[in-house]
């Protein structure tokens, strides 16, 4: 019995610290390196790689074991001293966000993110139409926010406070529901550890790279898709449904991904459910987007997606002359600047084949998963497979993206974490038997 019992824990333990060290990985090559020594390929290589298989690890630990959820029957005997390290650690990013926001002012010098955003939470106050160019800045600039990306930030316009606090409390809100979750694990050290990884990597980012906190809203959106992951891993159909509308509503990277939710959701017999999901994203995408604004001007949300491939054009041609290359594409991660060496003497062409090959090998990412499922459906938790797939998913979707930015990196980092939350409140309890698969 002894033997048996440190054998699992043992198995346990190893998957677990494989996951965390891919976690470490993700944050180390991300926030510490180093572009000057020629390790374009390496850093963004590596990336990738580590994200990809913290995806396929998830797999591999849970497929063809029998598992259980913890279930949190009292509440939890280590809330206070938990409680009481979150609130520390949020006063200390609280004290340095504050000076940050005061030596980095939200202004078009620095980024035009949260200008932008100001401008269009005025014209929401003021009744005027929201989805419409601005000029503002000295260059024509359609809107390419989505709703949920700059709504939000409206009690900020009405009251004159800093946008940027607005970002800290929803990255605030996602990070505090899934310490709460966490600190039902049966496991003290995990419930420790959650929240030392949040803001771990928060102040990472301060650290290394500031701007994503002080010109971008990108905190925002980690916590979007943290709330994301905890929906995923629940059986909620309506919370799932806000999840979703959180994310397509703001950057609606996973649009290509929800065809092999659902697909997961008809085979696994959780049709009810999916509906009941999909209905609920419905109500909330046309309440929040297309009744208020894009009924209003129907070809917002197209002028905006073109935009997009104007805007990675510039940072294409945008040239630091300390590496005579683009910024955006060499800061360690991505392949787009592969496609910008070998087409440089014509960008357009290579854009295009960046944009086609992200959306190939995404496709092929989510079909190659989906019968991969319909094969394994027997031998993997449903909502397992899911969370796994979505890392392995999110990781080809950056990989391939036209521009790279670090900011959008961080919120993937940020999924790890929480992804790697909710698969600890399932223990394994034994193999699957081969003939439950003839079934």
């Known amino acids: 019995m002894k033997h048996t019992l440190s054998k699992y824990v043992s198995g346990k333990l190893n998957w677990n610290i494989l996951l965390l060290l891919l976690i470490c990985a993700e944050n180390y090559i991300l926030f510490f ?39 949190a029957t009292s509440k939890p005997k280590t809330w206070l001293p938990i409680a009481l390290l979150t609130i520390a650690f949020l006063i200390l ?9 005061r030596d980095i002012p ?12 100001q401008i269009l939470t005025q014209r929401l106050l003021q009744g005027l139409t929201v989805y419409q160019p601005i000029e503002d800045f000295g260059y024509h600039l359609p809107v390419t926010y989505m709703p949920l990306q700059w709504i939000v930030y409206t009690p900020a316009a009405y009251f004159g406070f800093d946008y940027r606090w607005i970002t800290l409390c929803i990255w605030a809100a996602g990070s505090f529901w899934l310490i709460t979750r ?44 943290i709330m994301l992951m905890i929906t995923l891993n629940q059986k909620n159909a309506v919370l799932l449904g806000f999840g979703f509308a959180l994310c397509l509503l703001s950057r609606f990277s996973l649009v290509l ?27 909330l995408v046309l309440l929040i987007y297309i009744i208020p604004f894009l009924s209003k001007n129907w070809n917002a949300f197209f002028d905006g997606y073109h935009y997009y ?5 510039g940072e294409w041609h945008s040239i630091n002359y300390n590496i005579m290359k683009s910024q955006q594409l060499n800061m360690g991660v991505g392949i787009a600047f592969w496609f910008a060496e070998h087409y440089h003497h ?47 998913y999110l990781s080809v979707f950056l990989f391939f993206i036209q521009v790279p930015y670090i900011y959008l990196m961080v919120v993937a980092n940020f999924v790890s974490i929480a992804i790697f939350s909710e698969q600890l409140r399932y223990r394994i309890v034994g193999k699957i038997r081969p003939e439950i698969n003839q079934n």
């Open 257 to 283: 991904w929800l065809p092999l939710w659902a697909w997961v959701m008809w085979i696994s017999k959780s049709r009810r459910e999916m509906f009941i999901t999909m209905g609920t994203t419905a109500v």
């Open 346 to 392: 014509n960008p357009e062409l290579g854009l295009k084949l960046l944009q086609r090959t992200q959306l190939i090998l995404c496709l092929l990412t989510v079909v190659w998963s989906g019968y991969w499922y319909w094969r394994n459906r027997h031998n993997i938790h449903q909502r397992i497979f899911l969370l796994a797939s979505f890392k392995i």
């Open 106 to 117: 939200a202004s078009i010098k620095y980024s035009d993110v949260i200008p932008t955003i």
């Open 182 to 225: 966490a600190a039902q694990l049966p496991n003290r050290m995990y419930r420790y550890l959650i929240p030392i990884l949040l803001f771990g990597v928060y102040g990472l980012t301060l650290l290394k790279a500031m701007h994503v906190v002080s010109t971008t809203v990108e905190m925002m959106v980690a916590g979007y898709y």
């Open 93 to 101: 990013i609280v004290i340095v966000d504050r000076q940050v926001f």
């Open 309 to 313: 491939s104007i805007a990675a054009l």
């Open 33 to 71: 390196y180093s572009v000057n020594l020629g390790q374009q390929w390496l850093n963004a290589g590596c990336y990738f790689l580590s994200s990809l298989l913290f995806g396929f690890s998830l797999i591999g630990k849970f497929h063809k074991r029998k598992i259980e959820s913890f279930l």
